[in-house]
């Protein structure tokens, strides 16, 4: 079985919006970061008595935003494993790709299919443990 699945301009579009848009959005995070590291410190340690409780506030708070990216794409990759599964062909009948694919079917797309909620998984426990380290380096501080 040679069937290819011709590539979509409109996914190819859409894939290189998203990759902007998330650089774009990187950035912005970058900068607010480096705009305000300096008020966030004063804010730290401008209250003697409350300094522990806002250190482990600003760890938590680290940890959840660089755990939610890789969370979504866990949900992600685990949605898209399970209906290669389901349909037993890879790419899954109605995704659409941005180059053109060859389609794989029967054990090598299982194959694959497993493979991409393995690495799901993986992800997910290293999203959890970044998780629960830094929550840990928290309350040893």
């Known amino acids: 079985m040679n069937e290819v699945r011709r590539a979509d301009p409109a996914a190819r579009r ?19 970061y480096e705009r305000y590291r300096i008020p966030l410190r004063d804010w730290v340690l401008s209250d003697p ?8 506030l ?13 969370v979504a794409f866990v949900i992600y990759l685990w949605s898209f494993g ?29 194959s694959r299919g497993r493979g991409l909620k393995m ?7 290293a999203a959890v443990l970044l998780w629960l380290l830094l929550w840990r380096l928290t309350w040893t501080l």
Request: some cysteine; charged content about 10%.
């Open 14 to 32: 859409q894939a290189v919006i998203f990759v902007v848009f998330g650089t774009f959005a990187g950035v912005l995070l970058i900068l607010g």
């Open 49 to 56: 008595g409350k300094f522990a409780l806002r250190v482990k």
């Open 58 to 70: 600003v760890f938590l708070l680290s940890g959840a935003f660089l755990a939610a990216p890789l």
């Open 82 to 110: 399970a209906s290669v599964l389901r349909s037993q062909q890879f790419p899954p009948p109605g995704y659409r790709v941005i180059r053109d694919t060859r389609i794989i079917a029967g054990r090598a797309a299982t």
């Open 119 to 125: 690495l799901a998984l993986c992800l997910g426990v």
